[in-house]
């Protein structure tokens, strides 16, 4: 998957997201941390994992291309659910 593209949920601040809802929307999507390094051009299984932590954050073309991926899978209630109260 390339970091080009929509902007799904534009009205989603990527800046507000947890870390716990990052966590929380991968596995909903059905990925594995593994399995966004390979769908995600640059993106590392440790990337995602300090992400995940709160150790370290990504950059915005790398967040939206993570929550791109993951809202391919989820409607766009459950990604709303997700940030919102995570």
Do not use: K
């Given at each position: 998957?390339?970091?080009?593209?929509?902007?799904?949920?534009?009205?989603?601040?990527?800046?507000?997201?947890?870390?716990?809802?990052?966590?929380?929307?991968?596995?909903?999507?059905?990925?594995?941390?593994?399995?966004?390094?390979?769908?995600?051009?640059?993106?590392?299984?440790?990337?995602?994992?300090?992400?995940?932590?709160?150790?370290?954050g990504l950059s915005r073309s790398r967040?939206?291309?993570?929550?791109?991926?993951?809202?391919?899978?989820?409607?766009?209630?459950?990604?709303?659910?997700?940030?919102?109260?995570?």
């Amino acid at each position: 998957m390339s970091e080009q593209g929509g902007d799904p949920l534009p009205d989603v601040d990527i800046t507000d997201i947890s870390p716990m809802a990052w966590r929380l929307l991968r596995v909903a999507a059905g990925y594995n941390q593994r399995a966004v390094e390979r769908a995600v051009d640059d993106l590392m299984q440790a990337h995602v994992s300090m992400l995940e932590s709160g150790s370290r954050g990504l950059s915005r073309s790398r967040r939206r291309a993570l929550l791109s991926l993951y809202a391919a899978e989820l409607d766009d209630g459950q990604v709303r659910t997700l940030v919102e109260h995570f």
